[in-house]
C-alpha cells in the first residue's frame, strides 16, 4: 500500500524531466522507498526512449519533391496532391531526378564560386 | 565542423531561394525532406497524412521565403512550419482522400546512439509509436515536441496558440497516459 508521500511523488513525476528536480522532502523519501525508485525509472525509461526518436529519420515518400516542385510550377495551386497516386508516380522519377540535377548544379556552382573566392 | 557547413550551405541556398531561384529551393528539400517528413509522422501519427503536411510545409515555406529574416537556421524555420501545418491538416484529416501506398519507401535509420541505447529504443519502438497514436492529438503534439524534439513550454505554447500553462499540462497527462500504456515494457530498467 502506498503512503501519501508515495502519491505525492507519483503524481509530480509525470510533470518532470528529471526525478532529481521532486521537491526536497519527496526526493528524501525517494532514497528510501523502492516503489518509488521503481516508479522513476519507468518515467526515465520513457524519457530515454522518447528521446532516441530524434535521431531516428525516417525516408520520405519518393513523390514529395515532384509534389512540391509540380505545386509550385502551377498558376493557381489547386491544394495538396498524392505523392502516391499514379500520375504523379510517373511524374515523381522524372521530377525527383529533374529536382536533384539543378539542386547539384546549384550546390556545384555554388561550390566552385566559394573554392574560386 | 559539419554542422557548420551545412548551416553555411543552407544559408547560401536560401538567399539564392530568396532571389527566386527554384532550384536551390529545391536543393533546400532535398536536404530536409526526410527530417520534415519524420516530425510531420510523428505529429500526426499517420504515413499518408505526414507526407500531406510535409509537401504542404514545404509550399508554405516556399511563399514565406520572402519573411525569412535568417535570424534562425532554415531547419528550425521549416520545423516550425510544419507543425503549425501538421496542426491545421490534423483537422481535415477527416476529409481527405485515400490512395494506395504500395510506392513509398520506409527505411529508418539511427544515428548518434550507442548500440546499447539503440537496442533499447529498437525494443520500445514500435511499442511507443503505437501508444502516441492513442494520444489525442493537441497531446501528442506536445509530447512530441518536448520529449522528442527538446522544445521549451514557451515555444510550444507560441506554435500551438496555447497558454504555457496548457502545454504543460497537456505533457502531464500525456507522459502518464504513456506510462500506463507502456507499462509492460517500462519495467525492465537498466
Redesign the interface.
Known amino acids: 500500500m502506498r503512503s501519501w508521500t508515495c502519491r505525492a511523488v507519483w503524481l509530480q513525476l509525470p510533470s518532470l524531466d528529471h526525478p532529481a528536480r521532486l521537491a526536497d522532502p519527496l526526493i528524501s523519501h525517494m532514497s528510501a522507498c523502492l516503489n518509488c525508485q521503481a516508479e522513476a525509472a519507468r518515467y526515465q525509461r520513457l524519457h530515454r526512449s522518447l528521446a532516441g526518436f530524434a535521431a531516428r529519420v525516417e525516408v520520405a515518400p519518393r513523390g514529395l519533391i515532384a509534389a512540391v516542385d509540380s505545386r509550385l510550377s502551377r498558376r493557381g495551386d489547386p491544394g495538396i496532391s498524392s505523392v502516391s497516386g499514379p500520375a504523379t508516380r510517373a511524374a515523381a522519377a522524372a521530377g525527383a531526378v529533374a529536382a536533384a540535377a539543378a539542386g547539384t548544379v546549384v550546390m556545384v556552382r555554388w561550390m566552385r564560386a566559394r573554392s574560386a573566392a | 565542423m559539419y554542422a557548420d557547413e551545412v548551416k553555411r550551405?543552407d544559408e547560401?541556398?536560401v538567399r539564392?531561394a530568396r532571389e527566386g531561384?527554384?532550384?536551390?529551393?529545391?536543393?533546400l528539400?532535398?536536404r530536409h525532406?526526410?527530417?520534415?517528413?519524420?516530425l510531420a509522422?510523428?505529429l500526426v501519427g499517420d504515413?499518408?497524412l505526414a507526407?500531406?503536411v510535409?509537401?504542404?510545409a514545404?509550399?508554405r515555406g516556399?511563399r514565406a521565403l520572402p519573411k525569412f529574416r535568417g535570424d534562425a537556421q532554415f531547419s528550425t524555420w521549416i520545423y516550425r512550419i510544419t507543425v503549425n501545418t501538421a496542426s491545421s491538416l490534423r483537422s481535415r484529416a477527416a476529409r481527405r482522400?485515400t490512395?494506395?501506398?504500395?510506392?513509398?519507401?520506409?527505411?529508418?535509420?539511427?544515428?548518434?546512439?550507442s548500440p546499447e541505447?539503440?537496442g533499447?529504443?529498437a525494443e520500445?519502438?514500435p511499442h511507443?509509436e503505437a501508444a502516441l497514436k492513442v494520444l489525442p492529438g493537441g497531446t501528442r503534439t506536445v509530447?512530441v515536441l518536448k520529449?522528442?524534439?527538446?522544445w521549451s513550454h514557451p515555444e510550444i505554447a507560441e506554435h500551438l496558440d496555447i497558454t504555457v500553462t496548457a502545454s504543460?499540462v497537456r505533457?502531464?497527462?500525456g507522459?502518464?497516459r504513456?506510462?500506463v500504456e507502456?507499462?509492460p515494457y517500462?519495467?525492465d530498467?537498466s
Open positions: 550551405d547560401e541556398l539564392l531561384d527554384r532550384a536551390a529551393f529545391s536543393a528539400v532535398v525532406q526526410n527530417e520534415v517528413f519524420t509522422l510523428r504515413r499518408e507526407a500531406d510535409a509537401q504542404e514545404f509550399v516556399w482522400r490512395e494506395p501506398l504500395d510506392d513509398f519507401t520506409f527505411e529508418p535509420h539511427a544515428d548518434g546512439m541505447r539503440a533499447e529504443i520500445i519502438r511507443i509530447v520529449d522528442v524534439y527538446g504543460k505533457l502531464h497527462r507522459r502518464k504513456l506510462r507502456l507499462w517500462l519495467k530498467t
